[in-house]
């Protein structure tokens, strides 16, 4: 039981920073400095098509699913990365490496998920390949809004009845 109570904490502060940073991304392009990476303010039209692996801008947001029945969550914010895997707290950047990559260093001893490479994105799907091995399958979550996908916790099993405490006697 204590299991699940740490996961269900793990799965909470995901969510939280997950909605924290997408909270902080904006579509306003206002204010943005000229110095930022050139990967990340790639717009559709300008050489790249729209929801290409190579987009960076198209990798913006927050992108929800399942893998090997466990959630993933992938923020994306102007070129920083927050994932929420299993037991698994990673941050980093995207890097343009030849390809885009996500770049990120994990808590807890976590490895498989450290160098992710984009197999596909088309806007609402997004498949990342990592060097640990694992392929995630992700959708594009709604902006302000908790995903509804998500499997719900097993069910609890019954809890026997606690035994009546005889009345303790007033100190004399």
Not at 14 to 36: R, V
Not at 51 to 70: E, F, I, N, Q, Y
Not at 111 to 123: L, W
């Amino acid at each position: 039981m204590t299991r699940f109570v740490r996961t269900g904490g793990v799965v909470v502060a995901a969510l939280a920073a997950t909605l924290a940073l997408t909270a902080c991304g904006s579509d306003d392009d206002a204010g943005k400095g000229s110095g930022g990476d050139a990967g990340s303010s790639a717009k559709p039209g300008d050489g790249q098509e729209s929801g290409s692996p190579t987009d960076t801008a198209s990798l913006d947001g927050t992108w929800v699913g399942l893998t090997d029945g466990k959630n993933v969550t992938v923020s994306i914010t102007a070129g920083k990365v927050a994932l929420v895997a299993d037991q698994a707290v990673c941050q980093g950047d995207v890097k343009d490496m030849g390809e885009v990559m996500l770049a990120l260093k994990c808590t807890g001893g976590a490895n498989d998920r450290t160098m992710g490479a984009i197999e596909s994105n088309d806007g609402s799907k997004l498949v990342l390949s990592w060097d640990g091995g694992v392929k995630d399958t992700l959708s594009k979550a709604d902006p302000g809004k908790l995903p509804t996908d998500l499997p719900s916790l097993p069910e609890m099993p019954e809890v026997p009845e606690l035994p009546e405490l005889p009345e303790v006697p007033p100190a004399s």
